[in-house]
C-alpha cells in the first residue's frame, strides 16, 4: 500500500467507475457558513445545535454541507434535496425518495460515501458499488502507550511499545485511523476496536490488515498524507483499485 499524497484539482465533470475511488480533502476553516448551513436538513441543524463549542458547531455545519455538495454532482441533484438514513450505528447512506424509510434495501446504494473531520480539515471517499471508510486525525506529542493498552489488541501494544517514545505518537495514530477507517466502513464503529488488528511497517508508519474477525469480506488499507500534524487512512472494500484525490474548491 502505498500512500497518497498529491491533492489535485478537480475535474469539470466527475466520472467515477466501479474501479475507482475519489477522496476529498477539504479546509473547513474557510467555508462560507451559512451558505452551507442553507443546504442542511432541519436534523442536521438541529445537531449543529447541540455543539457547546462554536469552532465545532461550524465544522459540523461545513462537513455536512460539503458532503451535501459533492454528492449532489455526482448524482446531478440538488444538495439540499438529498435526503440521508442512518444505520444502526450511525453510518449514514442516501436514500431514495422523501418518504423512504431508513433501511438498508431502501437507499441508493450504488453511491457509498463517508467522512470524517479533525482539527479543521475533513476528509470524503466515494465509490459505486463499494463499501468505503475513511478517517483523520490530528495529534500532538502525548503518552500514547496508555490509549494503545486500553484500546489495542496485546499483538498491537507490542509492536507500537517498540517503537521510540518521539515515533509513538505517529506510530499510533497511523494504526487508530487505519482500525477506524475499517470499522466505519463496516459499519460497526468503535465498538468494534478488538475484532480489527492492524500492521505497521517502515518509516512512513504504513498500515496493513493483520485479521478482521468480524467482517470476511476483502478489504484493503491506503494511508493518506493530509499535513503535517495529521494522520489519515481509506478503508476499501473488494479488489485494490486506482484512488484519485482532490481538493475541494
Known sequence: MTVARRWLSPPPVLNLSSDLIHVWRADLDSQPIELLLALLSADERQRADRFFRQVDRHSFIAARGILRKLLGSYLNRPPERLEFGYAERGKPFLVDGVRAASVRENCNNSLEFNLSH????????????????????????????????????????????????????????????????????????????????????????????????????????????????????????????????????
Open 118 to 249: 479533525s482539527g479543521g480539515i475533513a476528509l470524503y471517499a466515494i465509490a459505486r458499488h463499494r463499501r468505503v471508510g475513511i478517517d483523520v486525525e490530528s495529534f500532538r506529542e502525548l503518552d500514547t502507550l496508555p490509549l494503545a493498552q486500553r484500546f489495542f489488541s496485546d499483538r498491537e501494544y507490542r509492536q507500537l511499545s517498540g517503537y521510540p517514545p518521539e515515533r509513538q505518537p505517529a506510530a499510533f495514530f497511523s494504526a487508530w485511523t487505519a482500525k477506524e477507517a475499517l470499522l466505519k466502513a463496516t459499519g460497526e464503529g468503535l465498538l468494534g476496536l478488538s475484532q480489527v488488528e492492524i500492521s505497521l511497517a517502515g518509516e512512513d508508519l504504513i498500515p496493513s490488515l493483520h485479521s478482521m474477525a468480524s467482517s470476511p469480506a476483502q478489504w484493503y488499507l491506503q494511508s493518506l498524507e493530509v499535513g503535517a500534524g495529521y494522520k489519515a487512512a481509506v478503508a476499501i472494500e473488494g479488489e485494490p483499485c486506482l484512488l484519485d484525490c482532490y481538493g475541494f474548491e
